[in-house]
Nanobody, 129 residues
Framework: QVQLVQSAGGLVQAGGSLRLSCAASEIPLDYYAVGWFRQAPGKERDGVLCRSSGGSNTFYTDSVKGRFTISRDNAKNTVFLQMSSLKFEDTAVYYC??????????????????????WGRGTQVTVSS
């Protein structure tokens, strides 16, 4: 059974950093695009950042450019979201997702993930101002 297991989130002060991980079982993440999404209270889930199977990154929201990075450890079959200079408005439940994307240099559109992707259960990140 395919699972995406996310690390715990946490409570961070504004300006702080946090790293989330997303470990996959039963699928090799180097054949998948992996995206990070977030859902703030009362809002829809939105795309944050994606890494294609080919290693290219796509930002789905400009607000995290220069602050968030995504990386992949093939040996651990895990993708990481490094978040720095966190802001209060980054508070949300963060989800990782994997979508079959072999050998592609580009990520799917942020709207293409809801169907046909594997999803983690989400983890709460709270940034205190």
């Amino acid at each position: 059974q395919v699972q995406l297991v996310q690390s715990a989130g946490g409570l961070v002060q504004a300006g702080g950093s946090l790293r989330l991980s997303c470990a996959a079982s039963e699928i090799p993440l180097d054949y998948y695009a992996v995206g990070w999404f977030r859902q703030a209270p009362g809002k829809e889930r939105d795309g944050v950042l994606c890494r294609s199977s080919g290693g290219s990154n796509t930002f789905y929201t400009d607000s995290v450019k220069g602050r968030f990075t995504i990386s992949r450890d093939n040996a651990k079959n895990t993708v990481f979201l490094q978040m720095s200079s966190l802001k209060f408005e980054d508070t949300a439940v963060y989800y990782c997702a994997a979508r079959f994307n072999p050998g592609s240099a580009t990520c799917p559109q942020s709207t293409d993930w809801e169907i046909g992707s594997y999803w983690g259960r989400g983890t709460q990140v709270t940034v205190s101002s």
